[in-house]
């Protein structure tokens, strides 16, 4: 049973606000972020054994002129804040942005249409990334990540999304085929397949249309197929059978 405090708005208002925030860590990618006055940053994480040097001072100094709260750790706390203690180099960041939402607000977060991008087990954060930068290039208002076998959103990703992590709306969920029961039937949702006969030059999509990228091993899974209206596929010249998800991902998001 909820008590009182767990069922009350300031709660929900919590909640909301925590599901909200993204850990970030390392040396180089706290600076950066530290760095960009428009990112709004809940708290600095610091381990107790870092040692004084310039850079871990003048990052202390940026977070006190920001008045941004700086939280001191032994190792095993950091660790627990950062989840990667090989590579956190002793602190992490908490930045809180309005563009990574629940799945839930699809829907209300947009009018008469939307053109998303649903990751389907695109585990390299390396291409994580640079689907973000194109996405957050082109003609693309969000993307459906799946917190279960997917990258996460990590420094690796900030680097390779080239700082565009947080231009960009990022709808979480729990699994792809969840999101897609609960939408409302004027979407249409696009699975990238090397297979179909419809091609992303061909198709006139929907003014509330969703495109599906699976991995290059094994693209989209059946179990997503099976909640898509059709599939699309991309021309190939030469006998090339594939692209990089990534690159695949560039071409959806500049179509017209």
């Known amino acids: 049973m909820m008590s009182q405090r767990e069922d009350s708005q300031e709660y929900k208002q919590r909640r909301s606000f925590f599901n909200s925030l993204i850990t970030l860590y390392g040396r180089n990618v706290v600076e950066e972020v530290l760095s960009d006055t428009t990112i709004n940053i809940h708290k600095l994480h610091l381990s107790k054994s870092n040692k004084s ?5 003048a ?14 750790h032994d190792k095993s706390g950091l660790s627990r804040i950062s989840k990667n203690a090989k590579q956190d180099q002793g602190i992490a960041i908490d930045v809180a942005t309005t563009s990574y939402k629940s799945s839930d607000d699809i829907e209300k977060n947009y009018h008469d249409s939307y053109r998303l991008l649903a990751l389907d087990g695109i585990q390299n954060p390396q291409n994580l990334g640079m689907i973000i930068r194109s996405a957050a290039a082109g003609n693309i208002d969000g993307i459906i990540l799946p917190r279960k076998s997917s990258a996460k959103l990590s420094p690796l990703v900030m680097k390779a ?27 249409k949702v696009y699975a990238l397949s090397s297979h179909a006969k419809e091609t992303i030059h061909t198709v006139k999509a929907s003014k509330k249309s969703i495109f599906v990228l ?16 059709s599939s699309l596929s991309i021309p190939m010249n030469r006998g090339v059978e594939s692209l990089n998800v990534a690159v695949t991902a560039s071409l959806i998001a500049f179509m017209k």
Do not use: H, W
């Open 161 to 187: 999304s080239a700082g565009t992590l947080f231009k960009i709306d990022i709808f979480y969920c729990d699994t792809l085929e969840t999101v897609f029961k609960n939408l409302d039937s004027d979407t």
């Open 214 to 229: 699976g991995n290059e091993s094994d693209g989209v899974t059946p179990e997503v197929i099976k909640q898509c209206n």
């Open 53 to 57: 040097d310039k850079k871990l001072d």
């Open 59 to 72: 990052m202390i100094k940026d977070a006190l002129s920001r008045d941004i709260e700086i939280v001191y």
